[in-house]
C-alpha cells in the first residue's frame, strides 16, 4: 500500500538526519518494535525519505539514521513523483520463495561498494502502514530484494555481511576506506 506521506523527492543541501557508516556500532544493534504509530514518527518517516532522497537511496532503515525502531522507508522509483514511497512499520517475513537469485546490491551506510548477493526472490511480508493498518505485501525483483536489504538493517545486518566472495568483499572495502572487520557474515 503506497504511502501518502507527501515529501518533494529532491536532494537537500543539508539533509535533515546524519547516515551512519559500516564500522559504526549504531548498524549493528537489533532496532526496537514501534508501540505507537502518530504524528512523531510520520514526522520522522518525512525526514527518513528527505535523507533518502538527499543521498540518491532507495531504501533506508531508521538504524541507519541512528534510530532504533522497526520503520523503513522505500522508493524504487526516485525519478518518478507520481510514484509514492512505501513504508513499513515493523515489518516481519510471512513467506520467502526457495528461488533465490543474485544482484548486485549497495547501501547508503557503505557508500562506493556494490556487491553480490544471494537472495530469496520473492518475499512477503507482513507490516503497519504509517497509520497503522496492517498491511501485506509479495514483492519481488528490485523492490522484494530492496525489502530484504532494508529488513537486514532493523537485525543489525549489513549487505557486506551477506557476500559470499570474501576476496571481492576486502577488496572492494578496503578500495572505499572500510575494514573488513566490520563485516560479521552471517551463515
Do not use: W
Request: hydrophobic content about 40%; charged content about 25%; some cysteine.
Amino acid at each position: 500500500m503506497p504511502s501518502d506521506i507527501a515529501v518533494e523527492k529532491k536532494k537537500l543541501k543539508k539533509p535533515p538526519l546524519g547516515l551512519h557508516f559500516l564500522g559504526d556500532r549504531v548498524l549493528r544493534q537489533a532496532a526496537k518494535r514501534i508501540a505507537k504509530v502518530d504524528d512523531e514518527l510520520r514526522q520522522l518517516v518525512r525526514e527518513m525519505l528527505q535523507t533518502m532522497y538527499s543521498e540518491d537511496g532507495i531504501g533506508l532503515a531508521a538504524p541507519q539514521v541512528g534510530v532504533h525502531k522497526q520503520l523503513i522507508v522505500i522508493d524504487c522509483e526516485p525519478d518518478n513523483a507520481a510514484n509514492p514511497p512505501l513504508i513499513l512499520i515493523n515489518p516481519t517475513v510471512k513467506q520467502v520463495s526457495r528461488d533465490l537469485c543474485v544482484a548486485q546490491e549497495g547501501c547508503l551506510s557503505i557508500p562506493g561498494v556494490y556487491l553480490d548477493v544471494k537472495r530469496p526472490q520473492v518475499v512477503e511480508i507482513a507490516y503497519k502502514d504509517e497509520y497503522g493498518r496492517p498491511q501485506t505485501l509479495k514483492a519481488s525483483d528490485l523492490l522484494g530484494r530492496c525489502i530484504q536489504h532494508e529488513m537486514d538493517h532493523l537485525n543489525g545486518v549489513v549487505f557486506v555481511d551477506r557476500v559470499e566472495n570474501s576476496l571481492t568483499l576486502a577488496q572492494e572495502l578496503s578500495k572505499n576506506g572500510f575494514s573488513y572487520q566490520a563485516v560479521k557474515p552471517v551463515a
